[in-house]
Nanobody, 123 residues
Framework: QVQLVESGGGLVQVGGSLRLSCVAS????????MGWFRQGSGKERDIVAA????????NYPDSVKGRFAISRDNAKNTLYLQMNSLKPEDTAVYYC????????????????WGQGTQVTVSS
């Protein structure tokens, strides 16, 4: 099974930027569609961004569209989430996830999950 290790979380001011990384091991990275989810305190785990196997297709919810960008480097087995113009409501634990599908979006599309990394946006 693929193992996912996240990094890059931290404390950032409103309007600032962060880039999260997720390194995959144990399987061929390019065989998985990937996604980022987040879970705020007392809230559901929601999709943040999704990317297809090849990286050709991406999808975002309206809450982050235009501010966040998902990308992948299959040669490095690494998934990224670039977060710009951060808002207090972006504060959450962020998780990367891998899917056996060519493209995913919903929680149930993803089989493997990272441990999560905390992002806190100060107001």
């Amino acid at each position: 099974q693929v193992q996912l290790v996240e990094s890059g979380g931290g404390l950032v001011q409103v309007g600032g930027s962060l880039r999260l990384s997720c390194v995959a091991s144990g399987r061929t990275f390019g065989s998985y569609a990937m996604g980022w989810f987040r879970q705020g305190s007392g809230k559901e785990r929601d999709i943040v961004a999704a990317i297809s196997q090849s990286g050709r297709f991406t999808n975002y919810p309206d809450s982050v569209k235009g501010r966040f960008a998902i990308s992948r480097d299959n040669a490095k087995n690494t998934l990224y989430l670039q977060m710009n113009s951060l808002k207090p409501e972006d504060t959450a634990v962020y998780y990367c996830a891998a899917s056996n599908l060519r493209m995913g979006y919903y929680y149930t599309d993803y089989t493997y999950w990272g441990q999560g990394t905390q992002v806190t946006v100060s107001s």
